[in-house]
């Protein structure tokens, strides 16, 4: 059994350096170890401060196994902003069951929004194929959007149905 259960203060810095972690496992997998962080410290404090933000650990028989943090507005236009299973739990059916939680969580969800690195498959099957996402932009060097840089993702949407 999943639960989502919200981090105190005393638990972020935990939740950061499992999460580097994981996206890192998933970049090396992919592109090698060329020893920099895939997602900057920075960057992820900035997903805790985004207005109407909740960061959740995700906990399965007492053991936090993953985190999410997903920003929850009154229009019903969600976003998952990040979202991770612990390196050691890779594979155990804990990713899919932790999203079923999140839609559970948050009834009122009209659209889910969410992104990935073009690189990463697993994450691109288990948004589209599992949990019913679709790909609505790909951002890469030609994106109109000059703010990406050289980075290459794809945005993806889902819209829930009542």
């Known amino acids: ?13 935990n939740f950061i350096v499992n999460l580097q972690a994981a ?47 997903v920003v929850i507005r009154p229009n019903g236009h969600n976003e998952l902003s990040l979202f991770f299973v612990d390196v050691r739990h890779i594979g155990e059916g804990i990713g899919f069951a932790a999203w079923q939680a999140i839609e559970r969580r948050y009834p009122a969800t009209e659209i889910w929004e969410t992104a990935t690195p073009y690189f990463e498959k697993r994450n691109l099957h ?4 599992k949990c019913g996402f679709h790909a609505v932009e790909f951002f890469n060097l030609h994106h109109p959007d000059a703010d990406n840089g050289d980075e290459y993702f794809f945005r993806f949407e889902k819209v829930v149905s009542k």
């Open 126 to 129: 288990f948004y589209v194929n």
């Open 23 to 69: 996206f890192k496992f998933a970049a090396i997998e992919e592109l090698g170890d060329d020893g920099d962080e895939i997602i900057e410290r920075a960057d992820i404090l900035e997903c805790f401060n985004k207005a109407g933000a909740q960061v959740l650990n995700i906990v399965r028989a007492g053991e936090v196994v993953g985190g999410a943090v």
């Open 1 to 13: 059994m999943i639960e989502l259960v919200p981090t105190r203060d005393g638990e972020r810095e």
